[in-house]
């Protein structure tokens, strides 16, 4: 399996990611909602990073790790310090179920925990999303709840750096 390289995403990836977004597929995994990508990456808070994934130059997924506590929407609701939030998905469907979704990952939590102040990592994927429950809890996730965001009722996953620490990937 080739490796994947992560780089910041761009103003230009915009079309690319609405595109990948109203795929059948994703629309059922992640919900619809608007991510604004053409006003979003026009942005580089500090308290997120939005990376592509590129396999051999080729983009091939999307992820992005936020600072709860600072994101400015709130969208966590009051939130500790010193976590992390990730989203993830690959637009491709040809390369689902691969690897390298667990490559992301891998590369992902290197980058949360690489920080010594940060305790944990945060998910949430729909409740309806069986595959990425799955996909988590190989990874060391573990379920906390079952929680309304908007509209959208998800379970909430945490991966402590303890936890982190004793499966690392
Ligand atoms: C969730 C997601 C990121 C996982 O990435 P992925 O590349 O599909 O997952 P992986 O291939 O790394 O692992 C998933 C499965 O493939 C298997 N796998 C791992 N390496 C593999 C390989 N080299 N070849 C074949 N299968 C492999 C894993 O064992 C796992 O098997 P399982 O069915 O028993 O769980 C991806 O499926 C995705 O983007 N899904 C749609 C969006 C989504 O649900 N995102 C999460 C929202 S919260």
């Given at each position: 399996m080739s490796a994947l390289q992560f780089r910041l995403a761009e103003l230009s990836d915009a079309d690319m990611l609405q595109a990948w977004q109203q795929q059948p597929f994703l629309q059922q995994a992640l919900?619809?909602?608007?991510?604004q990508w053409h006003t979003e990456l026009s942005k580089r808070p500090a308290w997120r990073e939005q990376l592509i994934a590129e396999l051999d130059g080729q983009p091939i997924g999307f992820m992005e790790i936020i600072d709860p506590a600072l994101?400015?929407?709130?969208?966590?609701?009051a939130c500790e310090p010193n976590l992390r939030a990730l989203d993830i998905w690959i637009?491709?469907?040809?390369?689902?179920?691969?690897?390298y979704g667990t490559q992301m990952m891998a590369i992902a939590l290197a980058r949360c925990f690489a920080d010594k102040s940060v305790k944990g990592v945060l998910l949430d994927p729909l409740a309806s999303n069986t595959k990425a429950h799955r996909f988590y809890e190989k990874l060391g996730f573990e379920f906390q709840t079952q929680r309304t965001f908007d509209d959208d009722v998800c379970y909430v996953y945490y991966l402590s750096r303890a936890n982190y620490e004793k499966s690392r990937l």
């Amino acid at each position: 399996m080739s490796a994947l390289q992560f780089r910041l995403a761009e103003l230009s990836d915009a079309d690319m990611l609405q595109a990948w977004q109203q795929q059948p597929f994703l629309q059922q995994a992640l919900g619809d909602d608007d991510w604004q990508w053409h006003t979003e990456l026009s942005k580089r808070p500090a308290w997120r990073e939005q990376l592509i994934a590129e396999l051999d130059g080729q983009p091939i997924g999307f992820m992005e790790i936020i600072d709860p506590a600072l994101e400015e929407s709130h969208y966590w609701g009051a939130c500790e310090p010193n976590l992390r939030a990730l989203d993830i998905w690959i637009g491709i469907p040809a390369l689902l179920g691969q690897g390298y979704g667990t490559q992301m990952m891998a590369i992902a939590l290197a980058r949360c925990f690489a920080d010594k102040s940060v305790k944990g990592v945060l998910l949430d994927p729909l409740a309806s999303n069986t595959k990425a429950h799955r996909f988590y809890e190989k990874l060391g996730f573990e379920f906390q709840t079952q929680r309304t965001f908007d509209d959208d009722v998800c379970y909430v996953y945490y991966l402590s750096r303890a936890n982190y620490e004793k499966s690392r990937l």
